[in-house]
C-alpha cells in the first residue's frame, strides 16, 4: 500500500465514523482489531463507537495531522464537541470541550489490525476548571 492509497482509506475511514455508517466499518476495520493491546474485535470496536456516538451525540472526527508511513499511520484528531454526562471519568455534563486524540493505527490487507490511541483528558481538565 503507498502512502497517498493508504491516506485516501484513511481518510474514507474518517468519513465512514462521521457518517455513523456502522455497516461500512467492515471495509475499514479487521475482525480481529485490537485496540490498545486489548483484541475486541470488530464488534467490540463498532459498540465503542456506538457508545461514544452516545455518550457525545455532536461527535465529529476532524484530522489535525496525518503521517502516513504504510502499513501505519499516525493521526492526531481534534474534537469540539458536548458530551452529556461523564467522558474519561470527568463530569463534563453537556458542556462544550475541546481536545485532541493522538493515534496510530497498523493496517493488514487494507484494514485496521491495532490501534493505540491517547486522549488529551488534562485538556478537558483545564476547560473544567474555568467558569
Not at 474518517?14 to 483484541?39: S, T
Not at 451525540?57 to 489535525?64: G, H, S, T, W
Amino acid at each position: 500500500m503507498t502512502d497517498s492509497s493508504l491516506a485516501t482509506t484513511y481518510r474514507a475511514y474518517i468519513r465512514c465514523l462521521n457518517r455513523q455508517d456502522w455497516i461500512a466499518l467492515e471495509k475499514f476495520v479487521h475482525d480481529d482489531v485490537r485496540y490498545n493491546g486489548e483484541r475486541i474485535g470488530l464488534s467490540g470496536y463498532r459498540e465503542m463507537l456506538e457508545r461514544d456516538f452516545d455518550q457525545i451525540p455532536d461527535l465529529r472526527f476532524n484530522i489535525e495531522l496525518l503521517i502516513c508511513e504504510p502499513p501505519r499511520i499516525a493521526s492526531r484528531l481534534r474534537f469540539e464537541c458536548t458530551p452529556k454526562g461523564s467522558f474519561l471519568g470527568l463530569e463534563v455534563n453537556g458542556r462544550k470541550v475541546s481536545f485532541s486524540e493522538n493515534v496510530f493505527y497498523e493496517f493488514d490487507a487494507r484494514k485496521i489490525k491495532e490501534v493505540w490511541s491517547i486522549i488529551d483528558k488534562a485538556a478537558i481538565e483545564a476547560q473544567l476548571q474555568r467558569p
